[in-house]
């Protein structure tokens, strides 16, 4: 059975930091891109962030140059380094992985920045 557990979310300052964890189990995670989403209060999921298989990866505009995605070198673990926080951040944020057996999401970690 795929299983995503996401992990690390919290409250924080704008300004401040959060990481991020995707434990992945139920399938070759090597053998998958992983991507982290969010969800803000009445709006849309939106696609933050992609690394591949291989470790490359791509982000949405509005993260670019503060949130890091990477792969777990021992695998299993998808995260997302994130720095200078803004209010505007606040959302769940969801790990989701797109395999032969279909799309699987985790439960989603609540991220709030405010002061």
């Known amino acids: 059975e795929v299983q995503l557990v996401e992990s690390g979310g919290g409250l924080v300052q704008p300004g401040g930091s959060l990481r991020l964890s995707c434990l992945a189990s139920?399938?070759?995670?090597?053998?998958?891109?992983m991507s982290w989403v969010r969800q803000a209060p009445g709006k849309e999921r939106e696609l933050i962030a992609n690394?591949?298989?291989?470790?490359?990866?791509n982000y949405a505009d509005f993260v670019k140059g503060r949130f890091t995605i990477s792969r777990g070198s021992a695998g299993f673990t998808a995260y997302l380094q994130m720095v200078s926080l803004k209010p505007e951040d606040t959302a769940i944020y969801y790990c989701r992985t797109n395999t032969k057996w279909g799309v699987f999401w985790g439960q989603g970690t609540q991220v709030t920045v405010s002061s």
């Open positions: 139920g399938f070759t995670f090597d053998d998958y891109a």
């Open positions: 690394v591949t298989r291989d470790g490359d990866h």
